[in-house]
């Protein structure tokens, strides 16, 4: 499994923002996959996960604003952010686990990518 995050970059507040993040191993298709964001000097926290099967979970900070989606084929996902707010400037990482089902402790995931920086300004 080798995981990539693409997308981050510095907005301003309200604007969208896509990331992607790929598969380039394709060594699991029926897994669950997800986002994850770190501040500078706070925990990781947990933004939203899909599994291969469609089932979404969101972290409440951007439930409502984020829209998290994936195709199996690659498997690739994506997070689009949308009314983007200075708090949710962070590095953003995707990871992936072996399972399908609904995880959103970084304990439960198995496969991390190096992350993308995603600035919003005020």
């Known amino acids: 499994v080798q995981l990539q995050a693409y997308g981050g970059g510095l907005v301003q507040a309200g604007a969208s923002l896509r990331l992607s993040c790929a598969d380039s191993g394709r060594t699991y298709t029926t897994n669950t996959m997800g986002w994850f964001r770190q501040a500078p000097g706070k925990e990781r926290e947990f933004v939203a996960s899909i599994s291969w099967r469609g089932t979404r979970n969101y972290g409440d900070s951007v439930r409502g604003r984020f829209t998290i989606s994936r195709v199996n084929a690659n498997p690739t996902i994506y997070l689009q952010m949308n009314s983007l707010r200075p708090e949710d400037t962070a590095v953003y990482y995707c990871?992936?686990?072996?399972?399908?089902?609904?995880?959103?402790?970084?304990?439960?995931?198995?496969?991390w990518g190096q992350g993308t920086l995603v600035t919003v300004s005020s």
């Open positions: 990871a992936s686990v072996p399972q399908s089902s609904v995880f959103s402790a970084t304990a439960e995931y198995t496969y």
